[in-house]
Every structure is written in C-alpha cells, then in structure tokens.
C-alpha cells in the first residue's frame, strides 16, 4: 500500500423526508443562496422543500446552471453574492450544479480572475461555505472538495478543487430520484462506474481493503443501476443503493493508497469541451478502448475485475481480457448509451484536434500511470470512432 | 436502507515514516500532553519519534495507561492536564491508550463527578482537542468517537462516547507493529473481526454498499491476519492491511443505513470486568455461541456471511449456518486464541453474575435486534462454558 492521507468532513443526511434538515445545518443568520439548474426541482417538489425549510432564513435564489456548467453563469451568481453579501451558499440539483456552487463558492472569494483557478490551478486560500441538496446519482461532487467548469469560449472543461469546498453537509433524499428521465440515470450510473475504475484499474499495490471496496461498488453499480432506469417508479432501496454507490465512488477512500488514473476522464473532457457530448457518455466511449490499448500495464488488475466483478475465470489472459473489456461494453449499451464517436455523429478530425491539444500544453503523456503517449491517445481516439 | 447521518472529520495520516508529520498538526503553541501505556514504545522508537518530533513544543508526558484502561488512573491524568494548563492530548500507543485519552479530554472539561459520563451517560458537552499515533490494529478508537472504561473497584466496564473526541488527527504508521507480540496481534484481529459482525450479521436492510464492504473488511481479516502474527517480521503490507482494515471496521462507516448488534460486546464487557480477560477474547468465546442461539433471525444475513466469506454454498440450511459459525471458531482457533470459558478457567457461577447484572440495570433483552432475551443469555453463557 502506498503513504496517503484521508479526511473527508461532510456530514452526510441520507434517507426519506431528509430536506427539512437543512434548517438546522445552516446558521439561522445566514444569507443563503440558493443555486440550482434548469428548473426540475420546481416539477419534482425539490424546491418546494427547500424553500419550506428554510422559511425562517433570509433566502435568495440563482438558477439556470447548465449540465456542463459554464464560467460566465457562476460569474453573474458572484455579483449576485457580492450585491446581496451572500455568506452561505447552498446547491441544489445534480453535480453540475454542486461543481458550479463549489467554484461560485470560490471565486466570490478570490482575488482576480477566477478563470485563474481553472487555467493556472492559482490556489484557492477563501471560499464561502455550502450545502447541497443532491437530486442525482453520479458525480460524487456531494462528498468531495473538486469540480469541473467548462468555459465555452475557449472550449476548455477544466479541473479545481481545495479542501476548503467540502461541502459542510450534504442532503441525499433518494425519493428526489424518482422523477430523472432514463438518460440521466444511465449517465449517473456509467459516470460513478468509471469514476472508481479510474481508481482501481491501474496497477496493485496490494491493497485489498480498497481493491474490493472498488469491486462492492462496481458490483453495486451493476446490480442496482438498472432497476433506477423506469422513471416514475417508486423503487426506493434501488434509488438508495445507487445514490449511495456514487457517493462512496468519489470521496477520497477507494483512491486511498492506490495508484489512480484518470486518464479516461482527461480523454472524454475534451470530447465535452469540442462537442458538447454528456460527461458520461464520452466516458462510455473512451474506457474500452483505453482498457484495450493499455492492458498489458494494466493486466492484473483487469484479470482480477473480471474475475470478481464479471465472474471470467475461463480462457487465456488475452481472451478473459477482452471479455472483460466487451461486458464493461456490454453493461455501458444496457443502459442505453452508444459507445462510438460515429453513432454521436462525431467525425475522425476531431482526433488530431484532441491530440494537438494536450500536446499543446506540453504533455508527452497522460493518466496517472503515464502510460499513455500522444500517440496512443491517437490509436485509442482512432478506435473510438 | 435506512435513513442515517455519517460524518467522520478525523484526518488519517497512513504509511511509512510518518510520526514526523504530527509536528505539523498540533498548534505550535500548545501545551501537549503525551499519553501512553505500558513502555513499549520506549523499546520500539515510537516514543522517540514522537518526542523527536515535538522538540519545539512544550511537551509532558503521562505513561501507565492499562490494557483496560482504569478510571482511577484517567483521573490522575486530569490532575495533570489542570496543573499543568495542557491544552492538547497526544495519545501514543493502542486502542486503550487511545479511550483513555478521551475520557481524559472529555472528563478534563465536565463539570461534576466524571464517572456520571459513563454510569449516567451524563453528555459531553467540551473537550480538550486530541491527536493519536496508533501502535496495535484493532479497536479502531482511531477514527472514531467513542471508547471504553474500566472501574476496578466497582467491577465496571462501560461505553462512552461524544462527537467532540473524534481525533483531530491519527498517524497509522504500519511499521509500529513489527514489534507486537503475537497474542496481541490476534487478540486485534479478532477484535475488528467482531466489530464488523456486530454491525453486519443481523438483518438485511437490503443495503448491498455495506455488506460487501463489511464483507471485503472480513476477508482481509482473513487473509491478512494470520500473516501479521510473527512478531519482528517485516511484512510491511500485510501489517498495513489489517491496520487499514481495523480502521475501517469500526469508523461509522459500514454501520450506515444498516441495523446494528452489539451484543456480543455488551456481555464480551461483563466478563472482563467480573474477570480480567481480554477483550478480544471474550468476543471470540461469545461470538459462536451468540450465533448458534439466535441463527433463525439472523438466518439471511448467516447464510450470505458463509457463502461470501467462507464459500459454504451446499448443505442444508441448517448444516450451512453451523458450517459458518464452526469456521469462525477454527479462525479465532487458527490465531491461538481458545474459545471456551473453561480453558481460562472461569467457572459456571459466573453466568448468573452477569445475568443479574443485566436485571439489574432494567434490561428485559440486549442487543440491537433485543433479540436476546436474559433467559437466552443464560444459555448463551451456558454454551460458552
């Protein structure tokens, strides 16, 4: 097992009828914003509940954050905070807009150009607090310190994080779930499965309590994720089970002592940033073949998953590889999700464009296990299409 | 699943060479008292490293802590901590190093007799802030909230607890425990085994994230443990995976959403107070026969425990759960622990002693599921003779 340090401090509130609690995790003096999306929470009686709770507290409310949250809309909820001294921010929605709440949390701090934060990671020394209500299984961003911003102007999607953006608490209501049309909660459950295979399928450092903490959530994700497809349906333990799963898949302890990745999510940023393709789904097309390209590295641990969580325990190495590989492809497609550029009309000149860029800011290669040149990038795109 | 709330702030600072990095930790201009046990970490360098690395802060130290640690002499700390004006606790050492460490900070702050904090239940309501360096995987009093104490003289010993003695930080530095004795080292193996049993083998809440995880802590128990036993031996993964392991069983976090037990440890506390026995081994001779008693509610829980943990897939219903619950007992076996009051020589009359006990604070049943009525107890007991 390899030295690391652990400190998650998010108090999670997790169950039925849990909203009513925000009441008592914000200071009852607070001036709290209220930051949330495109407007499902005002259908699916999220926001009713939101703002029944906090009935006693001085309440203001931002909306309009986008799935792919953009720069320039956290920048107009920073005036907004600066114009009405804002001292609580609260998200509520998805992780889109739980990212934009943490990077609005910093940048109404920061001094200069946020946008700093993003390009030249500037370290973010202040950030107003916040609580999230989270309404959909998938990024983690409710039990964790980082985000992703895209600025669409520059078609950059780019990475920030400081421990000071933990959120204080997190509300997890699976019923909020019950409502999510099927995408969504396809896009969820591939978004958390990839999220802890970049944190598993890399190399061993012989770590068994994380490896099968991986694999519980991998299996979790298999078994659970399916039966949260039928929107409507009131399936509460399966909602539960998931939301959890995605949760555990993204705070800091599976990546505990072990060699991450990430690799496929740098890869599938770039296909949101150039073509405005779901987080998810760029994932879905980017994993397989980034599995394929690299399973030699990787072997033992793709052996080891396809054993544990596919039950391949048959054949050569290079024939369980592949299986390994097709299930995950397999799983990705039962959920309704296309696994080729092609099928999302994306054409092959895209490649170069990708490539060019992570040349352009000088990287030679990418992924934690740096295992992975321009070149491969171009053999992994390529396959993609 | 069922509704919970999870916060653990405690900062984990795990691997190779890391005591140095509690300099960084505690104010510099803290007094700090250091509290520890019996002098083996004068023999094993850790009192050195941690003296090395508090060279400029002002620094005292109170040694002697029990293996059951007493109440008399917790006390004797709090008269150091108020003439000395010690404002941050530095436990070195095991799990009862660490309990007594905070019942000092949590009594060196309560205003009355201290022992109301255990006998009353009387709440927490300050503490003096503590860090921990922990020498002997097991009782997980490293990352969480809680402990035990033992009056002597009044043949008690009883559970307190308050979020305000969650460490501020724990240094887990595996090397620590290349010194440990054998019988200590599965005395914690057992320890964490039973730990996680109490908060995974009673009814499914259908909540798949903690089984497994229960589960994957249980197998590397398992496999982990027995390899931990030579003492000297530097086996540095195998000593870093039961530490982690031990950590995780017992840090709230595989307890939420689910029902937990406890009776085990609430009789395991009886017989150590009536008759000194280690913890741990007085779970290993209760465990068993707990099970035996009370398999037909716990039957879904015993048969999935055998069949993920032990691979016990054939056989009656019946022949399966026994099957289970003599593997459990060969494994307390394997690691040199006996499982049967009589080869520690305690005698029957003991049994009606600790029934009349749990009479006498009011109690009809006990544990989690109040399953286990004082009849069943006796029998229990009984069967452990």
């Known amino acids: 097992m390899e030295n690391f340090i652990f400190q998650n401090p998010v108090k999670i509130i997790f169950g039925k009828d849990t ?62 905070i600066k114009q009405e001294n804002i001292d609580f921010l609260l998200a509520v929605g998805g992780g889109s807009v739980l990212d934009a709440t943490k990077f609005i949390s910093a940048s109404s701090k920061f001094e200069g150009d946020p946008y ?19 309404t959909l299984p998938a990024t983690g961003s409710e039990m964790n310190s980082g985000g992703v911003i895209t600025r669409a102007e520059f078609q950059t999607k780019l990475v920030f994080g400081s421990p000071l953006l933990f959120p204080k608490f997190s509300v997890l209501n699976p019923e909020t779930t019950y409502s999510l049309p099927k995408h969504q909660v396809a896009n969820g459950v591939v978004d958390a499965f990839v999220h802890v295979m970049e944190q598993y399928l890399t190399y061993s450092t012989n770590a068994p309590v994380q490896d099968r903490f991986a694999e519980s959530l991998l299996l979790t994700l298999i078994e659970e994720g399916p039966k949260n497809i039928t929107a409507g349906e009131v399936n509460y333990d399966a909602r539960a089970n998931l939301m959890w799963a995605a949760t555990m898949a993204l705070n800091g302890l599976i990546s505990s002592g072990v060699q991450s990745d990430w690799a496929t999510h740098l890869i599938g940023h770039e296909l949101t940033a150039f073509h405005g393709l779901d987080h998810a789904v760029t994932l879905a097309i980017v994993l397989p073949e980034l599995l394929r390209k690299t399973k030699n590295k990787r072997k033992e641990k793709l052996l080891q998953f396809g054993s544990r969580v596919w039950n391949i325990n048959h054949g050569t190495e290079e024939e369980r590889m592949e299986l390994t590989i097709s299930k995950t492809e397999d799983f990705f497609h039962s959920l309704g999700i296309k696994t080729k550029l092609s099928e999302y009309n994306i054409s092959p000149d895209t490649i170069d464009r990708i490539v060019e860029r992570f040349d352009s800011r000088g990287m030679k290669a990418i992924g934690g296990l740096q295992d992975i040149s321009l070149v491969d990038l171009k053999d992994i795109l390529n396959a993609c299409i």
Do not use: W
């Open 19 to 80: 909203i009513s609690k925000i009441q008592k995790e914000i200071p009852q003096d607070a001036r709290v914003l209220m930051i949330y999306g495109g407007g499902s929470i005002k259908r699916n009686g999220v926001y009713d509940a939101v703002q029944k709770a906090l009935t006693n507290h001085k309440l203001f409310e931002f909306g309009g954050i986008e799935p792919n949250p953009e720069f320039s809309t956290c920048m107009k909820a920073v005036e907004l």
């Open 116 to 134: 700093d934060i993003l390009e030249k990671r500037s370290p973010i020394r202040k950030a107003l607090p916040l609580g999230t209500v989270i």
